[in-house]
Nanobody
Framework: QVQLVESGGGLVQAGGSLRLSCAAS????????MGWFRQAPGKEREFVAA????????AYADSVKGRFTISRDNAKNTMYLQMNSLKPEDTAVYYC????????????????WGQGTQVTVSS
């Protein structure tokens, strides 16, 4: 089974950039689509971005399109989320998750989750 550890969160000013990483252990990483979700204080967890098992297909929430880029390196068992032009409303705990081989935006289809990394964007 895949185990996931996020890193790269922190405090950044509005308009700045961060790159999140999700390191996976386990031999099945390359078989899974991977996704990023986030949860802001007092809000439900929401989909951010997803990438298929081979990186050939991606999906983004409308709120991050054009600003965030998801990618993966199966040789390194790592997924990334490049976040540019950050806004205060991007402040949340960001979670990576492993899903089925094809891209999905549906939370319940993701079976393995990391512990989350905090992203705070100041205005």
């Amino acid at each position: 089974q895949v185990q996931l550890v996020e890193s790269g969160g922190g405090l950044v000013q509005a308009g700045g950039s961060l790159r999140l990483s999700c390191a996976a252990s386990g031999r099945t990483f390359a078989l899974n689509s991977m996704g990023w979700f986030r949860q802001a204080p007092g809000k439900e967890r929401e989909f951010v971005a997803a990438v298929s098992w081979n990186g050939g297909s991606t999906a983004y929430a409308d709120s991050v399109k054009g600003r965030f880029t998801i990618s993966r390196d199966n040789a390194k068992n790592t997924m990334y989320l490049q976040m540019n032009s950050l806004k205060p409303e991007d402040t949340a705990v960001y979670y990576c998750a492993a899903g089925p081989p094809v891209v999905t935006t549906t939370e319940y289809e993701y079976r393995r989750w990391g512990q989350g990394t905090q992203v705070t964007v100041s205005s």
